[in-house]
């Protein structure tokens, strides 16, 4: 595709236990300041296919970010296999009337056929399918791709094996009408691949993820932050992926060899 000098990014809370009107006032908050225009929230209890942190938290949390968000805004929803089948189901009038863009890994990311099936039923409800970002295997990704599972595919550039296997699904991806945003949750080198990953495929998701949480252990990694403004984070063009990693941070790390 053609080369991008700048991405958007889409504000992702890994929180999934605030309360609503918390979680609300941060988006409305940062979106001030940043400039994002997608929001992605986490919600429910990991594969639990059918648990809330309590009865009625992603119902009202849904509510909320609506009220919050403009007509301009787009709102994705990860429960990371929370969902299921039935409660994916039951929800979908609920997802719709807060406009509800993206339903990802709604049910655990092993049940590629039954998220794919679920695709199917939400048909014709203008809620795209994503997931992706747990898979490795290369059959898992064949599988994925042929059936398909989803509108959008989310590698995640460590799990998946490096840099070149994503680039290889999103170029099949692509040939089969699909988006790519790869999985970017925090701002470890994650944030660089996955920038360079969207500047240079075909078929890019508009926006990449970008954790709003302060992790501690990413902290004063970069000599220079990768920085949200207007919405965007510049792709970084110096050597290599572009960042330099700060030394300190380097000085105070834990080593491990990998053999």
């Not at 490795?136 to 994925?144: E, G, R, V």
């Not at 993820?209 to 063009?237: C, K, R, Y």
Request: aromatic fraction near 10%; charged fraction near 25%.
């Amino acid at each position: 595709g053609e080369p991008r000098e700048k991405i958007g990014m889409y504000y992702s809370s890994m929180v999934r236990d605030w309360p609503v009107e918390k979680e609300a006032e941060r988006m409305r908050q940062l979106r001030d300041e940043r400039g994002y225009r997608a929001f992605k929230l986490h919600v429910g209890v990991w594969n639990s296919e059918g648990t809330d942190y309590w009865p009625g938290r992603t119902e009202a949390m849904l509510e909320a970010a609506a009220a919050v968000l403009g007509d301009q805004d787009e709102l994705y929803v990860d429960p990371n296999g929370a969902f299921g089948h039935d409660w994916s189901v039951r929800l979908l009038p609920l997802m719709k009337s807060c406009g509800v863009r993206i339903l990802e890994e709604p049910l655990p990311f092993w049940k590629i056929r039954e998220t794919a099936a679920l695709r199917q039923a939400m048909a014709g409800s203008d809620i795209l399918m994503a997931g992706g970002e747990q898979d490795y295997n290369p059959n898992a990704w064949d599988l994925i791709l042929d059936l398909p599972m989803a509108d959008i595919i989310q590698p995640d550039i460590g799990y998946i094996g490096g840099f070149t296997r994503a680039l290889d699904v999103a170029k099949r991806a692509a040939a089969r009408g699909i988006y790519t945003t790869p999985h970017t949750s925090n701002r470890s080198m994650l944030l660089p691949f996955g920038l360079h990953l969207m500047a240079a495929i075909e078929k890019p998701w508009p926006y990449l993820e970008h954790g709003v949480e302060e992790d501690l252990w990413t902290e004063e990694l970069m000599t220079e932050p990768l920085a949200v403004t207007n919405g965007f984070i510049s792709v970084p063009q110096g050597p290599g992926w572009g960042v330099e990693i700060s030394p300190d941070w380097m000085k105070k790390a834990c080593h491990m060899i990998t053999k």
